[in-house]
């Protein structure tokens, strides 16, 4: 099936090009009705051209206007967008020409919302929406079906909080956060401690606090803190199905990918990204600009920016076999030769 996405109102690609502040070249007047990848494009579509890999589509592709790098402006000789980042700003262009729909205020009937909620007068509350006591809701914010917002929540302006999402008690939400269907905000964290032969729950006190343009995907759970909060900057990127665990710190403009487990206590820095499936152990600190490879297990602190990996890459099970019989003899072949060289230290 094509995947053309029409606008409800086309846009020059002069209007277009000025407002990302891109350099363009073909007809300032053409009219961009819609937007596709390169293979499904159509003569009115708006698409992107980010690799070699897509050499073919941008060949035979019927884009109306294509965003590609000045340097491979020679590959394409219709109306062009210029950019250093074409996936980028293809991204910017879908924020401008607003190509998701804007919903309707309204407040379903269904939603059951106490009466000292505050809520602002173009929000939208879906069908099915609970909203406890103390919870204010800023302007243009949309709850989606069947989420539950729990008491003292504040969810600033232009949040989009979708469906059966649970926030928890005095979670804050700063401006333009994304939150995907299924996400919990505000669970118990996983605290216990140890009493004779049975464990003893520790209270969970604290809260969460997530900053401004926050995305949380879907089924993702971000656990509140036990005395302090769990805090997410601004600017964090959330996959589906990520756990943050209790008094998590995580820096701002980090992403996390899908399938993350950050351990409880945990600090991380601003600008780092983490591949799928990476571990994080708990009361550790990561600075600033790292990178974690996918599947990668963090038992120590990480104090120097840079690319991190713990992967054993995929390999027939006759190799893996006898690599593991190598790793099993490491310490063994570590004493003798240690005993070797101290033997040589002596003798020389």
Aim: charged share 20%; proline share 3%.
């Amino acid at each position: 099936m094509t995947r053309i996405i029409q606008l409800e109102s086309p846009i020059s690609l002069e209007k277009l090009a000025g407002q990302l502040q891109a350099e363009f070249r073909g007809d300032p007047e053409f009219k961009i009705q819609s937007v596709a990848n390169l293979e499904h494009a159509d003569s009115g579509s708006l698409s992107f051209f980010s690799g070699k890999r897509f050499l073919s589509d941008l060949q035979t592709t019927e884009a109306g206007v294509v965003i590609l790098s000045k340097e491979n402006s020679l590959l394409f000789p219709g109306n062009s967008i210029y950019s250093e980042n074409p996936y980028a700003t293809f991204s910017q262009a879908v924020g401008i020409m607003k190509v998701e729909e804007e919903p309707i205020p309204k407040r379903d009937q269904s939603a059951i919302i106490d009466d000292s909620a505050v809520i602002a007068d173009n929000a939208t509350i879906g069908a099915g929406v609970i909203i406890e006591a103390g919870v204010v809701i800023g302007e243009q914010v949309l709850i989606g079906n069947g989420s539950s917002i729990h008491r003292g929540v504040e969810i600033a302006r232009s949040c989009r909080i979708g469906a059966n999402v649970v926030i928890g008690r005095g979670v804050t939400l700063g401006e333009r956060c994304k939150i995907e269907p299924g996400a919990v905000l505000g669970a118990t964290g996983f605290g216990y401690t140890h009493l004779d032969e049975e464990w003893l729950p520790i209270p969970q006190l604290g809260s969460v606090i997530i900053g401004k343009n926050v995305d949380i995907g879907a089924n993702s759970t971000i656990d509140r803190g036990t005395l302090g909060d769990t805090v997410i900057e601004d600017g964090v990127k959330i996959d589906n199905q990520v756990h943050i665990g209790h008094n998590v710190h995580i820096g701002a403009h980090t992403i996390l990918a899908g399938c993350s487990a950050v351990a409880g206590s945990v600090k991380i820095g601003n600008r780092c990204r983490l591949g799928g499936r990476v571990g994080i152990l708990d009361n550790l600190e990561i600075t600033d600009d790292v990178h974690i490879a996918a599947t990668s297990v963090v038992t120590r602190s990480i104090a120097e920016p840079g690319m991190y990996s713990s992967v054993v890459p995929a390999q027939s099970v006759a190799k893996w076999r006898r690599n593991i019989g190598r790793i099993r003899n490491l310490d063994r072949w570590a004493v003798k030769i240690e005993k070797k060289l101290k033997q040589e230290h002596k003798e020389d």
